[in-house]
């Protein structure tokens, strides 16, 4: 079992920047991939990154593809999402995910993954 712990978010204007955390405690030990999906007001899970925990190979939806950032820290075990160019359609709330079985690549639902943090809200105001 692990648990995951976001950080970060707030309210940006319009191509702002920000970064995103999650920690990751319990058991790390085989984690295969990390992922950030978010939840637009009115709307289901979306993918938006992953990551290949043990190589670091990333995958992007093509909405962020150029301007987010997927990465994270092995030895600390800790996921980062670094947002730029943020529009008022990237608001919503953010949700990092892990899990022990998910395909960085090929798994990009959110049913794909077992293990969440709690959300943060992002908000990017004209």
């Known amino acids: 079992q692990m648990q995951l712990t976001e950080s970060g978010g707030g309210v940006v204007q319009d191509w702002g920047s920000l970064r995103l955390a999650c920690t990751i405690s319990?058991?790390?030990?085989?984690?295969?991939?990390g992922a950030w999906f978010r939840q637009p007001p009115g709307e289901e899970h979306e993918f938006v990154a992953a990551?290949?925990?043990?190589?670091?190979?990333?995958e992007y939806a093509d909405t962020v593809k150029g301007r987010f950032t997927i990465s994270r820290d092995y030895g600390r075990n800790t996921l980062y999402l670094q947002m730029n160019s943020l529009r008022p359609d990237d608001t919503a709330v953010y949700y990092c995910a892990a899990d022990y079985k998910a395909h960085w690549r090929r798994d990009l639902y959110a049913t794909d993954y077992g293990y969440w943090g709690q959300g943060t809200q992002v908000t990017v105001s004209l």
């Open positions: 990551i290949n925990w043990p190589e670091g190979s990333t």
């Open positions: 319990g058991r790390t030990f085989g984690i295969s991939s």
